[in-house]
């Protein structure tokens, strides 16, 4: 059988096996089938040479039931509809499975961030942001930073909206600026939720942290703040990999050194004090912990059975295709799937929107210790799940998360 390569039905055929075992009914299935709304926008932005380029962009609801759309927004030159859609149905489930009043969303620009200078991203993201402003709204569907995208880009979000509205709405989008009322702890949370997650499967299957070899793929905001805080509880980083290529050292990298060589080169590729090698090699390193956090179907068919490590903690939405998954489980690696390893982002984006509309803002420690609540909550109910059933934490936490987003469909009715 051949590799699913549509990023949605890659999703699908997942929520369908899943709806199998749990015969739900034909009207439940259809709807997770299928996205409820997809705005498709093509929209003029001035350069800064005066030139006029048209982009399009993004914004897809997958389900609702279960409170406002919540989901990132990211800028890349290759996405599509479909990544689109997968994403947003992803996010229906993260949120569902950890157990937090949303549905999922989802936007995206085609557009190279990189190549673009700031005032333009900024016209970019308000000409964006006035497009779609028929579908976003504190009640309705709250964004916040995704691949390419960064706090800056909230703040011209919620202002851009707030100028549309004439009073300032802090609860359209998370992920903001802390003087414009963002959360403490909302920088790092995801990369935290996967440290906490890594923790508790170590701690599951008797795996010490201290002294565990981790590699990491993707040193963005979530792999570079998973690495430093998994050196705190006394991990050895051996691997980091980036778009360009990784790094290698086996008796540890100096994860600080590393962050602020990216910080000032833009890669980790070239640090001096480490063996260089690609992404590939990285994938396959003999290690305890492997930590894909970069982008989608990063471990397929062809590299699965390459995998070394003994857990996988999935930092990134869907970097494992369903076909790598069998290989997986079949080498008996214990993976913790996306829809659960990197829900603290979601999570405190929850916290965030809830300051927000209290106008009540909670330290950093509250914030970390109601994400470490959850996010344990959370584990032990998909690893409940998983025994019980006898499944792999994916399926489990697939099982756990529909079943909610059945219950509430079930609950509420169809209207009218």
């Not at 549905?103 to 673009?116: E, F, N, Q, R, S």
């Not at 000409?127 to 960064?150: C, F, K, Q, W």
Request: glycine share 8%; aromatic share 6%.
């Amino acid at each position: 059988m051949n590799e699913i390569t549509n990023p949605f039905e890659m999703v699908v055929s997942r929520i369908d096996a899943v709806c199998d075992r749990l015969d739900v009914k034909e009207a439940y299935r259809l709807r997770l089938e299928n996205c409820e709304r997809e705005l498709i926008v093509h929209f003029p932005v001035k350069m800064d040479d005066g030139q006029v380029k048209v982009f399009t962009g993004y914004r897809v609801h997958h389900n609702d039931t279960r409170g406002p759309a919540k989901g990132g927004l990211r800028y890349r030159p290759d996405v599509t509809l479909d990544e689109t859609k997968a994403l947003a149905a992803l996010m229906t489930l993260k949120t569902a499975v950890v157990n937090i009043p949303y549905g999922g969303a989802k936007g995206a620009v085609a557009c190279d961030p990189i190549a673009m200078s700031q005032n333009e991203l900024e016209r970019l993201t308000r000409r964006y942001t006035t497009e779609i402003s028929l579908l976003i709204g504190p009640e309705r569907d709250i964004p916040a930073p995704d691949v390419g995208t960064n706090p800056q880009v909230m703040a011209w979000i919620m202002d851009t909206y707030s100028m549309s509205k004439g009073y300032s709405v802090l609860g359209v989008v998370t992920g903001k600026p802390i003087v414009i009322g963002g959360s403490r702890g909302r920088l790092e949370a995801t990369g935290r939720g996967c440290m906490i997650n890594t923790r508790l499967v170590a701690e599951h299957l008797g795996i010490g942290l201290n002294g565990a070899t981790v590699a990491v793929q993707g040193f963005g905001n979530v792999g570079s703040a998973v690495a430093r805080l998994l050196v705190k509880e006394g991990s050895k980083i051996i691997g980091i990999s980036d778009v360009n290529g990784g790094i290698y050292d086996e008796n540890g990298l100096n994860v600080e050194a590393v962050f602020r060589y990216s910080q000032q080169t833009g890669s980790v590729v070239d640090f001096k004090d480490a063996e260089r090698i690609t992404n590939a090699e990285l994938l396959a390193l003999p290690c305890d912990i492997l930590i894909p956090a970069a982008i989608e179907d990063q471990i397929v068919k062809a590299n699965a059975a390459n995998i070394k490590a003994t857990i996988i903690v999935e930092g990134a939405n869907a970097p494992t295709t369903p076909e790598a998954d069998k290989i997986l489980n079949d080498n008996g690696v214990f993976v913790v799937p996306d829809i659960l390893a990197n829900a603290g982002g979601a999570i405190v984006s929850y916290f965030e929107w809830v300051q927000g509309l209290q106008a009540f803002f909670w330290s950093e420690d509250e914030v970390n210790h109601q994400l470490q609540v959850i996010m344990d909550n959370a584990f032990f109910e998909v690893l409940q799940m998983s025994q019980s059933k006898k499944v792999d934490m994916r399926n489990a936490a697939y099982m756990l998360a529909i079943k909610r987003i059945v219950d509430a469909m079930e609950t509420r009715g169809i209207f009218p």
